[in-house]
C-alpha cells in the first residue's frame, strides 16, 4: 500500500523523518524501561497512603462520637442512680397508697434507666475499643507504606534525576521533528505506534517487514529503497523504510 506525498525530494525528506522520530521514541521507551514500574508503584503508594489516612480520619471521628456519646450516657446513668436513691429513701417517708405508688414507679423508671445506660454503655465501650484496634493497626500499616512509599520515591528521583536532560533533550528533538511530517503521515503513524508496541515505522528486513514479518513483494522492495513513495506494510500498516 503506497500514499501520495508529493515529489521524490519530498518523499526522501519524509521517510527521513519518520525514521528519525522512530528513533527517538526508541530511545524515550528505552528510558521508560529504564525507570521500570517505579512511577507507577510510586503512584500507587501515594493512592495507598490517601486512603489509609481518609480510613484512619473517619474512624477518629467515629471514636470521639463514641467517646462522647459513652461520657453522656455516664452522667445519665450516675443521675439515675442518685434519683433511685433519693426514690428509695422517700419510700420509707411515704403516708398513703397513693404516694407509695407514684415513688414507687419512680424507682422503677430510675431502674430502667440504670438498666439502659448500662448496656449502652458496653455496647459504646467495645465499640471505643473495636475503634481504638482498627485505628491502631491501620497506623501501623499506614507507616509501612509511608516508609516504602518514600524509599521508591527516592528511587525514582534519583531514576530522573539520571534520565530527565536526556528525555528533555529527546523530547525537544521529537518536537521538532514532528512539525516538519505532513500530518496525515504523523497521524498514521502515531496510531499504529500506539497498538504496535511503539513501533509505527519498521525497516526491510531479510526481504520482509521488519515489524510483523510479513514478506514485501520485490518490485514493492525496488519502490522502498528507491523512496518513490512512502509504503505502508500491508499486513500491519507500519510505514516501511529502506
Same mark, same amino acid.
Given at each position: 500500500?503506497?500514499?501520495?506525498?508529493?515529489?521524490?525530494?519530498?518523499?526522501?525528506?519524509?521517510?527521513?523523518?519518520?525514521?528519525?522520530?522512530?528513533?527517538?521514541?526508541?530511545?524515550?521507551?528505552?528510558?521508560?524501561?529504564?525507570?521500570?514500574?517505579?512511577?507507577?508503584?510510586?503512584?500507587?503508594?501515594?493512592?495507598?497512603?490517601?486512603? $489509609?489516612?481518609? $480510613?484512619?480520619?473517619?474512624?477518629?471521628?467515629?471514636?470521639?462520637?463514641?467517646?462522647?456519646?459513652?461520657?453522656?450516657?455516664?452522667?445519665?446513668?450516675?443521675?439515675?442512680?442518685?434519683?433511685?436513691?433519693?426514690?428509695?429513701?422517700?419510700?420509707?417517708?411515704?403516708?398513703?397508697?397513693?404516694?407509695?405508688?407514684?415513688?414507687?414507679?419512680?424507682?422503677? $423508671?430510675?431502674?430502667?434507666?440504670?438498666?439502659?445506660?448500662?448496656?449502652?454503655?458496653?455496647?459504646?465501650?467495645?465499640?471505643?475499643?473495636?475503634?481504638?484496634?482498627?485505628?491502631?493497626?491501620?497506623?501501623?500499616?499506614?507507616?509501612?507504606?509511608?516508609?516504602?512509599?518514600?524509599?521508591?520515591?527516592?528511587?525514582?528521583?534519583?531514576?530522573?534525576?539520571?534520565?530527565?536532560?536526556?528525555?528533555?533533550?529527546?523530547?525537544?528533538?521529537?518536537?521538532?521533528?514532528?512539525?516538519?511530517?505532513?500530518?496525515?503521515?504523523?497521524?498514521?503513524?502515531?496510531?499504529?505506534?500506539?497498538?504496535?508496541?511503539?513501533?509505527?515505522?519498521?525497516?526491510? $528486513?531479510?526481504?520482509?517487514?521488519?515489524?510483523?514479518?510479513?514478506?514485501?513483494?520485490?518490485?514493492?522492495?525496488?519502490?522502498?529503497?528507491?523512496?518513490?513513495?512512502?509504503?505502508?506494510?500491508?499486513?500491519?500498516?507500519?510505514?516501511?523504510?529502506?
Amino acid at each position: 500500500m503506497t500514499t501520495e506525498v508529493g515529489g521524490d525530494n519530498r518523499v526522501r525528506e519524509m521517510v527521513r523523518l519518520l525514521t528519525e522520530l522512530q528513533d527517538i521514541d526508541d530511545e524515550l521507551k528505552d528510558i521508560s524501561l529504564e525507570r521500570g514500574d517505579l512511577p507507577e508503584e510510586v503512584e500507587r503508594l501515594q493512592a495507598k497512603l490517601g486512603e $489509609f489516612e481518609t $480510613f484512619i480520619t473517619q474512624r477518629k471521628v467515629d471514636l470521639e462520637d463514641a467517646t462522647r456519646k459513652l461520657a453522656e450516657r455516664v452522667l445519665q446513668h450516675d443521675a439515675a442512680k442518685d434519683k433511685l436513691l433519693k426514690y428509695t429513701q422517700q419510700l420509707y417517708a411515704v403516708k398513703t397508697t397513693r404516694e407509695y405508688d407514684a415513688v414507687t414507679a419512680e424507682v422503677n $423508671f430510675a431502674k430502667q434507666e440504670i438498666t439502659t445506660c448500662e448496656k449502652e454503655m458496653a455496647a459504646l465501650t467495645a465499640r471505643k475499643s473495636e475503634l481504638t484496634r482498627v485505628v491502631d493497626e491501620r497506623l501501623s500499616e499506614l507507616e509501612k507504606v509511608r516508609v516504602e512509599e518514600k524509599a521508591k520515591a527516592a528511587d525514582l528521583a534519583e531514576k530522573l534525576a539520571e534520565t530527565e536532560a536526556e528525555e528533555r533533550q529527546l523530547l525537544h528533538r521529537r518536537e521538532n521533528v514532528v512539525v516538519r511530517i505532513m500530518k496525515p503521515l504523523y497521524a498514521h503513524y502515531e496510531r499504529i505506534r500506539k497498538v504496535k508496541d511503539g513501533r509505527g515505522v519498521a525497516k526491510i $528486513f531479510d526481504n520482509a517487514c521488519g515489524g510483523c514479518f510479513a514478506v514485501i513483494p520485490p518490485q514493492t522492495q525496488v519502490n522502498i529503497r528507491k523512496q518513490l513513495d512512502i509504503v505502508l506494510c500491508e499486513t500491519c500498516g507500519r510505514i516501511i523504510v529502506p
